[in-house]
């Protein structure tokens, strides 16, 4: 392999991971320009096209995801090696990759950063928001975090939170005007407020359980929003009726600005998880930050 080699491929991988040149070439630090020029050369030293582009978007042609394939899990190898020479000096660095939902960057990652940046001052935290739940092993992230009910079988799984709970609330106010509901399903009869889901744009159908006896409710009223927490101003005033986390709702409850509702349908659930591949070697960094949220956890 020629020195320029590495690079050229490692170019690859970034412009498939981030689906365009523009954002590759910025997590690369070079110019979208230079980038295509790395991409052209290599093409041509292979002699065979890797990426179909179009006006908008840019795809691995099939031999292109033929040899993604194998070039993944190479390259993975490579930065583990590495971060394991650094290690060497005893403290560990380099760049972390974590790819998490905006309630667990915002909630539970959010206010351990500085703490474990201080600790850790050679790592570098790389974290990308996105809801919807990515292959971390083809994004070449190091870790994701996600609930555990979305988890696959095959990641090795670190709870960083206790369990959670959607807790069906509403206002003293909305409560007086149109009476409370007793089952989920007298929710048919009343303005609530529902989430539209990032990742395919379908409606939330709320989720209940007592007894053995499971199951979902579509449920109708004057706001639909992608982002849950905007509609909770609107429910303290008493629009309408939420279906909100329990870290949000609790302390409008203390406060009597909010009223728990159908307590016996909403029982708790698993909460949120760092994951990592349970093949692939865990870097110094990831070990450290794996330790450190554990820590913290328990």
């Known amino acids: 392999m020629r020195g320029s080699d590495y690079a050229e491929l490692r170019a690859f991988a970034a412009v498939v991971e981030h689906g365009s040149f523009g954002r590759a070439a910025a997590h690369l630090n070079m110019s979208a320009s230079a980038l295509s020029q790395t991409i052209r050369k290599l093409e041509e030293r292979l002699d065979i096209r890797l990426l179909n582009r179009t006006t908008r978007s840019v795809a691995p042609s099939a031999a292109g995801a033929k040899l993604l394939e194998r070039l993944l899990p190479a390259l993975a190898d490579l930065e583990a090696a590495v971060a394991e020479a650094r290690a060497l000096r005893g403290t560990p660095s380099g760049l972390l990759r974590i790819n998490c939902t905006r309630i667990a960057a915002v909630e539970y990652l959010g206010p351990l950063v ?63 005007r149109h ?42 009223g004057p706001l639909i929003t992608n982002e849950p927490e905007m509609a909770i101003q609107a429910i303290v005033d008493g629009a309408g009726i939420g279906n909100i986390f329990d870290y949000a709702a609790k302390p409008l409850i203390a406060e009597g600005k909010l009223v728990h509702l159908l307590k016996d349908w909403t029982p708790p659930f698993a909460g949120f998880y760092l994951y990592y591949p349970s093949r692939r070697q865990m870097s110094p960094a990831l070990r450290a930050f794996v330790d450190f949220l554990h820590e913290r956890v328990r």
């Open 114 to 176: 500085g703490e474990f940046l201080n600790t850790y001052p050679d790592i570098t935290l790389d974290v990308v928001v996105e809801e919807s739940l990515i292959d971390v092993v083809a994004g070449r992230y190091d870790a994701g975090i996600r609930l555990g009910e979305k988890l696959d079988l095959d990641m090795v799984a670190t709870r960083i939170s206790g369990e959670l709970e959607m807790m069906v609330v509403a206002a003293p106010s909305y409560l007086e």
């Open 179 to 220: 009476g409370t509901p007793q089952v989920p399903q007298d929710l048919k009869h009343h303005r609530c407020f529902n989430f539209r889901w990032p990742t395919d744009f379908s409606l939330y159908r709320w989720e209940f359980s007592r007894d053995g006896e499971a199951f979902e409710l579509p449920i109708e």
